[in-house]
């Protein structure tokens, strides 16, 4: 009850709705901007940029003297514009690399915020409580105007990366063939930095400039692991951003003491979390299962192979389960053959000691081992022969059997006929692998 | 008649150290053309001058008679494989779709009839089945053609291949001669920066040997011989005798 209290009471109060727009609309446009920064491999340029607005607000507070947003717009993007003409300054004309780059552009930058900041703290100037704030953000002292100020320019931002799509994408792609076809692309390039310099900035009241970055890049990172398109990838982005924000907002108001920021920095990290282990197709877990179900599908295969192949040396009808214990890969696989005896594949026959000893394949397993060496076979041959057959399919495309495709099998089975690689025992319901073989 | 594609005294560096000296090179129109030349020879930094992705140090490019920047609807460029990250999230067909670009313009979405044109690019290259496959589920090879289809979507005059047949299978080799051919007969002029010596004879109409300066250029007839590729490799290229004229680059 207490907990529906404190809801009520947060939509009921008219600043707490500026607040979770303002965080809302924040996290959307952070996140369509921060998988453009993403695929660009700028992950670490939003941190760069954020720590680097720090002197250009304190700078627009000491020259105007106000606290208004706009003035803070202005100085922390100039400031911003700076540090990404540094970093590209740096790697262009000296032999350090990007990441010593970044790493130097920010700590100057930062440390010369936090030495104005503090020289702020110690002037007289009585306005200056309150400047601190960017540091980590306080986004429940967003007000009114503030949100206006970040609603419009969020939404100019969106509309520019909306008709700017196609050629962030060949930027983030492969830039040099966007230049190939005479787009500029340095310029398209500092148009992006512009983009998150802007998006930084209009976060910092928000998410603070130590935070910031967090929310630029891990809903993207996230994204990415929903979508092989990057339509759908900024709109998840843009998605799990806005949810981010209203999340972390809505708890930090209904925990009290805990500040907004690092609540929406911490939902968007679980919501990656989240993404990493359970996205279907890319997610670890995905991963897992898939490798879970190729090892058991090899083992089977070679299970059927080793049983069939060591009856079909020694001319057998069965073999011993005690040769298995000596297969390098295979012994581990033991119990394996009690579920292919459920299934009816094959018969473990007891010996005295009363434990399997002799397994003997059935009518069913017969075939089955007869096909998966038939298949094994024909996948060598093909191997073997990739030059020499007629064909536009390559090798590196076929690695399991199903990927032979059918006409290629005639030709494949004659030439394991002609190896005399074929294998001998059990063709009573296969074709003869004897017809057809020019003489 | 201009040529297609005209150098005159071009060099360019990196870091002080010249990779390409003097270039002066005229391209015959119409043929397929092997840049050939060891490993740092600036093969592929010469065909980043010419379309303009690195700073000249001197000298100028000519296509048509006319500065490139006048000319980028005319060209196709086709960069090297491992230029770019392929896991990255798009399909075939919209890769090929960047080829259209150029002709669009700014802020202009491709349509029905670019799509249409990019899928029968991926049809030449054999890759239609793949149209919707992401990217970095291709093989090295499929990746290959992607890009092939890419620059035959630019429907251009003249096309820049940086080392098309490095690393792919022999259904890829052949898509790309198919194509080749198909762009020769078209009266198309084609650059392709080539590392096999053993295919030169057969692909190319005319080669360019190049290693840091223009060694001998001309028709493969005439100067793809042992004394000019001697020249081009220096001391790194044992020519085994024997009519077949086996040559090995070390």
Redo the contacts between chains.
Sequence with gaps: MAIFQLVRSFFDDPNALWVISGTTLLGLCSGVLGCFAF?R?RGLMGDVLAHSTLPGICLAFMITGSKHPFFFLIGATLTGIAASLCIGWITRYS?IKEDTALGLVLSVFFGVGIVLLTQIQHSDNGNQSGLDKFLFGQSASMVASDVQVMGTVAVILLILCF??F??L??L???A????????PMRGLDFMLMLFLVVAVVIGLQAAGVVLMAALLITPAAAA?YW????E??VLISAAMGAFSGILGTWISSVAYHLSTGPIIVISATSVFMLSMIFAPQRGLLAKWIRLMKIRKQVARENLFAWIYESCEGEGNESVSIHRLNHHPSLKKHKQMLHQLEKEGYLQLETGEDGKPSVIRLTEKGWETAYETVLYKRMLEVWLMH??DLE???????ITSKEQIPDRLIPELRQLLVRHGHEPKRYQVRSTPLKEGVPS | MNPPVSVRNLSVAY?RKPVLREIDYDAPEGELIGIIGPNGAGKSTLI?AI???LPLASGEVRIYGKPY?QQ?QR?G?V?QRE???WD????AL??VM?GR??K?G?????KAEDRQIAMECLRKV?MEAFANR?ISQL????QQRVFLA?ALA?DAQIYFMDEPFAGV????E??IIGVLNELKQQKKTVLVVHHDLQTVSEYFDSVLLLNMRVIAAGPTKEVFNAENLQKTYGGRLTILPGNSGLMVAR
């Excluded at chain 1, 979508?227 to 990057?230: C, G, I, N, P, Q």
């Excluded at chain 2, 093989?139 to 499929?142: A, E, N, P, T």
């Design positions: 695929l491999k032999r008709l700017f196609k050629e994408k060949l983030c792609f492969d040099n063939f966007g230049r190939s076809l005479g787009f990415r979508t092989e398109r990057l759908h990838m990739e030059g064909s536009d399919v390559h090798s590196e495309a | 870091h980043k379309l303009g992705l920047a980028r060209i460029y960069p230029s770019v990250d990255f999230p798009t399909d919209d890769v960047m670009y150029g669009l700014w802020f202009r979405r491709p054999g992401q093989s090295g090879g499929q890419r630019q299978d022999a259904a890829t052949k898509a």
